[in-house]
């Protein structure tokens, strides 16, 4: 079935680690502070993985409920994959799409992201977009998901993730989002940056998309169907 395997390709973004006593909140006392890592970090890898796959599903359960409610009922787990430019990234179970059971989702995280210190507001802001991923995946039919197949164009998938990016901030996660884009700037190969400030909203670009929805609430609709492609569309659109 290469075709089958061709339409669900990745729904990427890049992502962080995890603190010791961070597992309870996303809502930091000092969303500055960097995150450490997990229980264990000294021990073994295994044991370090574990870890923070047990505090990333902490977080993730605090998302849903606070932020998130219309995923109360999703089926949703937390995986690893491993990359040399991607942290986190959002997929849904092929097995089960093909045979038509009930869908599920998966959050899936790079272990190397346990070895870094990225801010601990810009992994609660990553996995809020990795969230409004499922959010967008689950309120598709199982046809509509075909058309995932356009993730294949550059363009297409900009347009996917900028749009991701804004129902985050829209949700008030932007701060978390420019500090994770400084972060994550620096933690990726020189040669794979071109990609993420194509794809990703830059933390200029969210700047000002918060301040401009903070006088004009109703751009969040238009964006979502218009898309900014660069910080000067963004400075162009009307109401």
Known sequence: MPIAILLFLPVCA???AIPSGFAETCSPKDP???LGSPPGY???DRIRKDAGLDVIETLIHGLRSESFPELAHVDLGVRTFHSEAD???TRFSLSRFVLLLRMRYYVEINPALFQRQPPSEG???ILAHELSHVVSLSHRNRIHRFGLVRLMSKRYTAKFERRT???AIHRGYGDGLKSYRVWVYAHVPTNKLPAKLRNYFSPDEISDIQMKLQDHPDLFVYWTKHVPENL???E???R
């Open 14 to 16: 890049s992502s962080q």
């Open 32 to 34: 500055g502070e960097s």
């Open 42 to 44: 000294a021990k073994t």
């Open 87 to 89: 942290y986190f990234r």
């Open 123 to 125: 992994v609660c802001a």
């Open 165 to 167: 990016d804004l129902e």
């Open 232 to 234: 000067k569309q963004i």
């Open 236 to 238: 162009k659109s009307l």
